[in-house]
C-alpha cells in the first residue's frame, strides 16, 4: 500500500521556542527496511528552549552481517554490534525517550528514510508507533537557505555551512548532534521568515513523503 501524508501539529501555534525536539539519527545495513536492511545504531538528542535535556544511544544487532561497504562508510563492524539489543529489545526504551507525540517533535535530517526504517521495525515487532509530527531539516534548509549559500542540503554541507560543533561522521548520535545544531540555525533563519510557532511553519509547506511500505 503506497500513499503520502503531512505532518500535522497536534498543538497548534506552540511557540517553536516552548516546544520539545527529539532530534534523531541511524544508521543502517542498507537503504530499505523492506529489502532486508535493518538498523546498527540509534542515536537521538533531546532538545528543549534550546537546551541539550537528554541524549539517547545504543548499537543494534540487525541479525545478519553489515556488508563491507556499510563499514568502510560507518566504521560500524559486526564485532561492534555483536551481543547488542535486538530492535525488539530497544524500541520500549526508545519510545520512552521519545515522549508522547502531543509534547514531542521528531527532527531528522532526510526524514523518510529514519522514518521507514522505524515504522517497519515497529510493524515487524507489533509495537505503534505514535504519530509524531515530524520536521525534516533538509526540506526546511532548501525554504531558508539559497543555492549561493549552500549547493545542496546534505548534512555535512549544512554542518558546515552554520559551523556544527560535531562534524557528521556517519555515526548515529554524532549525526545527530550535528543536525541539532543545523536545526537551530535554521530556526534562527525562520524567525527572518516570521515563522515562529508550529503551525506557521507547517502552513510553511514543509511535508515529508512517506515511504513505500514493506507491505
Same mark, same amino acid.
Given at each position: ?11 497548534? %501555534? &506552540? ?14 545495513? %542498507? ?17 528543549? &528552549? ?34 547488542? +539489543? ?5 524500541? +520500549? ?5 521519545? %515522549? ?11 526524514? +523518510? ?57 556517519? &555515526? ?32 510553511? %509547506? ?10
Amino acid at each position: 500500500m503506497n500513499s503520502s501524508w503531512q505532518s500535522t501539529f497536534q498543538a497548534i %501555534g &506552540r511557540p517553536l521556542v516552548d516546544t520539545t525536539f527529539v532530534v534523531i539519527d541511524l544508521e543502517t545495513t %542498507g537503504g530499505a527496511p523492506h529489502l532486508g536492511a535493518g538498523i546498527t545504531e540509534i542515536g537521538a538528542v533531546k532538545i528543549c &528552549r534550546g537546551e541539550t535535556v537528554g541524549e539517547f544511544e545504543t548499537f543494534i544487532d540487525p541479525g545478519h552481517p553489515i556488508p563491507a561497504y556499510i563499514t568502510e562508510l560507518t566504521s560500524i563492524t559486526d564485532e561492534m554490534v555483536f551481543q547488542s +539489543p535486538t530492535i525488539a529489545q530497544v524500541f +520500549p526504551l526508545l519510545l520512552e525517550f521519545l %515522549g508522547h507525540p502531543d509534547t514531542t517533535v521528531l527532527v531528522a535530517q532526510n526524514a +523518510p528514510f529514519d522514518l521507514s526504517f522505524l515504522t517497519h521495525a515497529a510493524r515487524a515487532h507489533d509495537f505503534e508507533w505514535p504519530k509524531f509530527p515530524v520536521l525534516d531539516t533538509a526540506i526546511i534548509a532548501r525554504k531558508v537557505l539559497t543555492r549561493d549559500e549552500v549547493p545542496n542540503c546534505k548534512l555535512g554541507t549544512l554542518a558546515e555551512f552554520f559551523g556544527t560543533q560535531t562534524t557528521p561522521n556517519h &555515526r548515529a548520535l554524532d549525526d545527530a548532534r550535528a543536525t541539532v545544531d543545523v536545526f537551530h540555525g535554521l530556526l534562527e533563519r525562520l524567525g527572518s521568515h516570521d515563522i515562529y510557532t508550529l503551525e506557521e511553519l507547517n502552513n510553511f %509547506g514543509k511535508k515529508v513523503k512517506k515511504p513505500k511500505s514493506a507491505e
